[in-house]
């Protein structure tokens, strides 16, 4: 409040610093960041009005602000849904959605090659409420078939799962759930709805780490879960109650990484493809696995389904003469320009290790027997001109 009435005192002027309300017949070209926890009201009858919903308004920074508006707005859009909610992270995402499906007693089926974090947080945290899960192939659609109970309610996919891209049937499998009454919920982190909207074809909802694609430039930290009215007003209300907010500042970034994500999603699966080509015939690596190949196991599924894209995730083998794990650290140490990054979906070509990061937790039996070797490679495909990525390769399998 900017009172010229009120006397001079610092501690109360330093209280109300910034309360001015500019006056301006022009508006800004980006929505500002509200970096403010509450809102203020004129009466009590506003007060009612907006928790009641009667008159929109915002209350609360937990309960929702403008930035997750203009987030939840775009995503909703991409993902040809009715609604979304921005949320804190991925794993926040997951477990909200989780959370409003299933009660103690219930049971969930979960692809047994989504994210490390994702299976163990079913093993570990939903199993201590009372929420089994099994685990199944999930290109298998009879082993999920037989993975179900009559206590089953959700089934737990991912578009493309990591690090062997394994691409599943949406429709197929939603078509599966909804005969034997469960609801399929997609992490469509890897593929993007640049590739694939589950949704459109009958999934229940859908969850995202904006971490990756959406954020684009491994800076922000975000979350979103998208769904039907009824799905994302329950979701609401468990978030609210539960906390995994966004903070107003990455909300923004994450609309703003989202401004340019068909541009970097079209340059990405372009660069992706050129490079899993060349790799495939190149001398010191061994299999490529990138779903856009004709060569991999679900290339059929996305030419069907994903437009023929194969998005900008691919793993590789490397083959040394000698020692093989030597010859991973020869090629490591030999890259310029790619770093060594445990994400991915960023603007550049990052590389990581799934054996000593995503899967590390696993024993070596249990990565042996998911097709996990020492020298795989995973590569998140960047925007950079492509030569320079052949390029770096080139010098980096010199050895
Ligand atoms: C497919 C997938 N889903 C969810 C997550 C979790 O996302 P976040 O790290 O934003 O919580 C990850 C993280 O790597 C992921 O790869």
Known sequence: MSDSSRNNHVSTDCAHAGEEQLESISTPSVMPIYQTSVFNFPDLD?????????????????????????????????????GAIAVASGMGAIVAALWTMLTSGDELVIANDCYGGTLSMAARDFSRLGIASRFVPVTDLSAIDAAF?????????????????????VGAVAELCHRRGVKLLVDNTVATPYLICPLTLGADAV?????KYLGGHHDVTAGLLVGDKEFVSQAREVLIRTGAFLAPFDAWMTVRGI???????????????????????YPRIGRVYYPGLESHAQNAIVRRTMKGLGGGMMSF????????????????????????????????TTLSHPAKTSHRSLTPEQRNDAGISD???RLSVGIEEPEDILEEFRRALTF
């Not at 969850?207 to 971490?211: C, I, L, P, R």
């Not at 401004?259 to 495939?280: D, Y």
């Open 317 to 348: 083998e490397i083959q040394g003469e000698g020692n093989a794990s030597e010859a991973v650290d020869a090629f490591l140490s030999r890259l310029k320009m790619i770093r060594l990054a445990p994400s991915f979906g960023g603007v550049t």
């Open 375 to 377: 020298t795989l490679l």
């Open 46 to 82: 506003a007060v009612d009005d907006a928790s009641s919903g009667r008159r929109p308004g915002f209350i609360y920074g937990r309960y929702g602000l403008p930035n997750h508006i203009a987030l939840e707005t775009i995503i909703a859009k991409l993902e040809r849904a009715e």
């Open 149 to 169: 109970s009559s206590k089953t309610k959700v089934l737990l996919v991912e578009t493309i799962s990591n690090p062997l891209w394994n691409a599943i049937d």
């Open 259 to 281: 401004k340019t994500f068909a541009l970097r999603m079209e340059r990405i699966c372009s660069n992706a493809i050129q490079i899993a080509r060349f790799l495939e015939s």
């Open 207 to 211: 969850v995202h780490s904006a971490t």
